[in-house]
Nanobody, 119 residues
Framework: QVQVMESGGGLVQAGGSLRLSCTAS????????MAWYRQAPGKQRELVAA???????NYADSVKGRFTISRDNAKNTVYLQMNSLKPEDTAAYYC?????????????WGQGTQVTVSS
């Protein structure tokens, strides 16, 4: 069983910055793909940013140029640096660890951390 835990959310004014952190348990963190999703009230969960085990990154168009995903395999941690925050970035942010092994996909979610951006 893999445990995923997010931290770093909070209340920030528009234009400000926050850094979210996500740790995933286990000794094979470096082999896992990691991703950040978010869900605003009344909306579907959406992909924000992802980073593969090899370090390739992918971003939603709405956050390109403002958010940066990175990972530190020595600390079993993935980060989401969020700059130039907008009120529309307000959501619960969830971290996801995923990988495939012998044809089976594994996906583990954290409990989420709230980000609120005031105008």
């Amino acid at each position: 069983q893999v445990q995923v835990m997010e931290s770093g959310g909070g209340l920030v004014q528009a234009g400000g910055s926050l850094r979210l952190s996500c740790t995933a348990s286990g000794r094979t963190f470096s082999g896992r793909n990691m991703a950040w999703y978010r869900q605003a009230p009344g909306k579907q969960r959406e992909l924000v940013a992802a980073i593969t085990s090899g370090g390739s990154t992918n971003y939603a168009d709405s956050v390109k140029g403002r958010f940066t995903i990175s990972r530190d395999n020595a600390k079993n941690t993935v980060y989401l640096q969020m700059n130039s925050l907008k009120p529309e970035d307000t959501a619960a942010y969830y971290c996801n660890a995923n990988w495939a092994l012998f044809g089976r996909e594994y996906v583990y979610w954290g409990q989420g951390t709230q980000v609120t951006v005031s105008s």
